[in-house]
């Protein structure tokens, strides 16, 4: 039987504890599979300062929290700012940059990225955003499928201090909401 769509709303600073279960899980999910290159090996938790920066983004109204039966299974952080790591003239301005999608990996999961890439051109509509822009570790053919398969054009690349980077693009339709 097909999973309902999940239920969307903005984070609140009550949800921290939540996010960061989510994006640890996460993070042990890459780790299992010998993927320590995305992230590290630091769970987000116990990153000096993460579950302020997360408590921030809820703050400042930038994390959609995507839930199901009442329990977190996905965010999307996303804001008409592009992080300075990304090569100047790769995003158009004025565009909604993606910081993160993140999703469940059991079967809660299940269409919960989708849905929140579809909150993100709502998102990015709203704020009359010419595209919407994100980037992603180099090293996950998963990724690429996925953002090829939702219209993201890759438009630079780059390397930060750990890893090798993908830059893409989704232009969105001018007058169309």
């Known amino acids: 039987m097909p999973r309902s769509s999940p239920k969307l709303r903005p984070a609140t600073a009550d949800d921290v504890a939540a996010l960061l279960t989510l994006m640890d899980s996460v993070h042990a999910w890459l780790l299992s599979r010998g993927r320590p290159g995305q992230w590290g090996a630091v769970p987000f938790?116990?990153?000096p300062?993460?579950?302020d920066r997360v408590a921030d983004w809820a703050r400042q109204n930038v994390v959609?929290?995507?839930?199901?039966?009442g329990r977190c299974v996905g965010m999307l952080a996303a804001a008409p700012l592009i992080p300075p790591r990304i090569p100047a003239g790769a995003v158009p301005g004025g565009s909604l940059f993606i910081y993160t999608v993140m999703t469940d990996r059991g079967p809660e999961g299940h269409g919960?990225?989708?849905?929140?890439?579809?909150e993100a051109e709502r998102l990015a509509r709203a704020h009359g955003a010419p595209a919407l822009a994100l980037d992603h570790w180099a090293g996950s053919p998963e990724l690429d499928r996925l953002y090829d398969d939702h219209g993201y054009v890759r438009v630079a690349e780059y390397t930060d201090e750990r890893v090798g980077n993908?830059?893409?693009v989704k232009s969105l339709p001018v007058?169309?909401?």
């Not at 919960?112 to 579809?118: S, Y």
């Open 45 to 47: 938790s116990r990153i």
């Open 49 to 51: 300062g993460f579950s």
């Open 166 to 168: 993908v830059v893409r």
């Open 64 to 69: 959609t929290l995507a839930e199901r039966d």
């Open 112 to 118: 919960v990225g989708a849905a929140l890439l579809k």
């Open 175 to 177: 007058g169309r909401v």
